[in-house]
Structure formats: C-alpha cells, structure tokens
C-alpha cells in the first residue's frame, strides 16, 4: 500500500484541459443571481469563437442550435443562457485571473514553447469605444510565441497612458528564462531592459529618437562600418513580392569598447545584457516605377551569441505578430469589428478569440488555413471537441 502511494507521487500530473483549468476561475456573480454554471457560460462563449460566432448575439443563437450537442458534456440547469448573460459576465469576469488561467494552460505546452521567441506589440479595438466620449480605441498589448503562433499574454495599457507603462506588468506574467524577447524603438527603455536581464531574457530592441544619446552614439558608431561586407559582420536578403523588391542589409558589432558609452552603461548597469549593437537598413522598390524608400533603424541586441544570421532572423521574425496575430485575429475572427463597450468585456472577450486562435494553432493534424478549421468545428461536433479537450502529452 504504502508503495502504491509512492508510485503514485512519483508519477507525473496527467496535465489539465482548458475545461478543466476554468473550473477553477472565481466567478464574479453574487450567489442569488447563479442560474447558470461559470463553467458552461465559459465553455459555450469558447466554442463559439472556434465556430465562428463573433458577438453576444450570435453566441445564443449558437448555442440554442447546439443544445442538444452541449447537453452531452455540459449540465445546462436552466437551458440556454441569453445573450444579456453572456455581456454581464464577461463584463464582471476577473480579467487578471483570467489571463494568469492563460498563461498556467500554457506553461503545460513546454514542447510548444521550447526555445521560444517572444514578440511583443500591442493592437487597437477600433470598434470598442465610445465614440460620444472621443475616446481613442482600446489597445492590447500581446505577447507572441513567434515558432509556435501561440498567444503566451495579454495586458490593457491604461487610457491616462501609453504601452511603454503596460509591458512591465505583462513581462510579469510570462515565464522568460532562456527566452528571446523583440520590441519595437517604443520600449527601447532602460526600465524594460532591466527587468528582461532580471527575468533571464534576452532581447533585441529597435532605438530611435526616444533615446537621443543612444542613438547618436550608434549613428556615429556605424558611420564608417556600412561599408563592412565581411560574412561574420554583414548579411543581405533581397525579397521579390506583390510587385515589389525589398533588400535587407543587417551589420552588427559587438566593439562596444569603442562606442564609448560608459556613461550611458551600455552592458552595464542601465543596459544590462548587451552584447552587440546592430542596424538594419530596408530599401523598397516598385516594380512599377518610383524612387526607392530608405529606412534604417539601429539596434541593441542582448544575444547569448552574437551573430548577424540569429540578429537579422530575429528582427525579421519579430513582425510575425502582426501578420501571424493581429492580421488573423481581424481577418478571422472580426476582432476589429467587436463592439463591447464595457472595457473589463473587450478584454475578457479578447481573451476569448486568442485562447481559441491557440486551441486551433495546436491541432496540427490537419493542414488547412484558421479560417477553414474554423469552419471545420461549426460543421463537425467530434473534431470540435477534440480541439476544446485538446491536452498536452504528461512530462
């Protein structure tokens, strides 16, 4: 007996579903107004953005279509909840809780996340806002795992605010040790790359005129390097696309020696972690005519190794949260079409569509677009299913 109890510890956790993960989030509601499960509210406004259904509406007209079906694993006491049920819930749903559900199903998907590149950028809900108050469209900052497409984090930055002041509080959620982290010239701030090196990041982060020392320091510094073409140092891509061609050339440095920035504390105290400086310069081309476009936007990279391939790949990879993320989750699922005034709701349901965008990333034995799986859930009840209770393999 007292083996069969030691087998028993030893043998690793069976790792928790999604459906089993909410069971544990605090519902919100006052006990006399419960007629309808946490759970079951929560499970059918998933399913819903697997299937398609983009609003409140839809999500009871849904539902009421697929009675008979939820019945089979949900309990459904007082039948189908309305549509006024569903916006009052994810307008009073903890939303801090909410994420940190997100980010414990996760850390069960280590497989996914081995070695994971970390994108972070944030993206207006243009429809979310009240439009009588002039007020600017919420925006989200994310956090992207750009190998896996998988949504790792979200946090609001505040309306008295900007992002700069929300990527502390999102960095805090995510589990960075070993991982690479991009930002754009936005978050080149030396708060941010404290609390990264603290974390066990690394990062590459653009710097442009927020930081106007740095800046000038690393113009100076790469004035004479452009002309550099040695493989260690340089790379160059050129991409022939939609009638247009586009040279990347990427240089990167590690003499920090001889940028003279011991008072700015490059790898040191303000910049902990760098190991080189880089630069990359874009030059676009019609096809059909014009004169090129120019742009060059420097570089501090924290790299364990530097070198110009990992350098150039990561910030090539960075912009995959827009076409990979932000375009997906406007194109496939209406994001920026929702309309949820409350702000504790645009988030919540925010939440909502990237779990379900992760739920449909990790279901890799079929190979078809998000837009088809999508549809593949509304018109088949078994693959749906086997998408929602989808679990990681035991360690």
């Not at 069969?4 to 006990?31: F, H, N, V, Y």
């Not at 742009?295 to 350098?311: M, S």
């Amino acid at each position: 007996m007292l083996r069969q109890a030691a087998d028993e510890m030893d043998e690793p956790s069976r790792p928790e579903t999604l459906l089993e993960l909410l069971e544990g989030l605090p519902d919100p509601r006052l006990d006399h107004n419960k007629r309808h499960r946490l759970i079951d509210l929560l499970a059918i406004a998933i399913l819903g953005a697997l299937c398609n259904v983009d609003n409140y509406v839809e999500l009871e007209r849904f539902a009421r279509a697929k009675e008979r079906f939820l019945r089979t694993f949900l309990q459904l006491p007082h039948g189908i909840p309305s549509h006024d049920t569903f916006g009052r819930l994810f307008a009073a749903l903890d939303t801090k809780a909410f994420t940190e559900l997100l980010t414990r199903w996760l850390g069960a998907w280590s497989r996914e996340l081995r070695g994971v590149h970390v994108a972070i950028d944030g993206k207006a809900i243009r429809a979310a806002l009240d439009r009588s108050a002039h007020a600017s469209p919420m925006l989200l900052l994310s956090a992207f795992a750009v190998e896996s497409g998988l949504v790792l984090g979200q946090e609001q930055t505040d309306p008295d605010s900007n992002e700069i002041e929300a990527v502390p509080r999102l960095l805090e959620q995510l589990k960075l040790n070993g991982a690479l982290v991009t930002l754009d010239a936005m978050h080149c701030q030396r708060a941010t790359a404290r609390l990264l090196h603290e974390r066990g990041a690394h990062y590459v982060i653009a710097a442009k005129g927020n930081q106007p020392e740095l800046r000038k320091a690393l113009d100076d510094h790469f004035r004479d390097k452009l002309h550099d073409r040695s493989p260690e140092r340089f790379l160059e891509t050129i991409d022939k696309d939609h009638g247009r061609i586009e040279t990347r050339r990427y240089w990167l440095s590690t003499a920090l020696d001889a940028l003279e920035l011991r008072d700015l504390g490059l790898g040191g105290s303000a910049w902990p972690g760098v190991t080189a400086v880089g630069v990359v310069e874009r030059i676009r081309q019609s096809a059909r005519a014009g004169e090129p476009s120019h742009e060059r936007v420097l570089y501090l990279a924290a790299l364990p190794q530097p070198d110009v391939r990992a350098f150039a790949a990561a910030v090539r990879a960075h912009w995959g949260i827009e076409n990979k993320l932000h375009w997906v989750l406007d194109l496939a699922f209406s994001e920026d079409r929702s309309t949820a005034r409350s702000k504790n709701a645009t988030r919540n349901y925010a939440l909502v569509r990237k779990l379900a965008l992760n739920l449909i990333r990790l279901e890799r034995g079929i190979k078809v677009g998000i837009r088809c799986k999508r549809k593949m859930c509304g018109w088949d009840h078994d693959y749906l299913l086997q998408i929602l209770k989808a679990a990681p393999r035991a360690a």
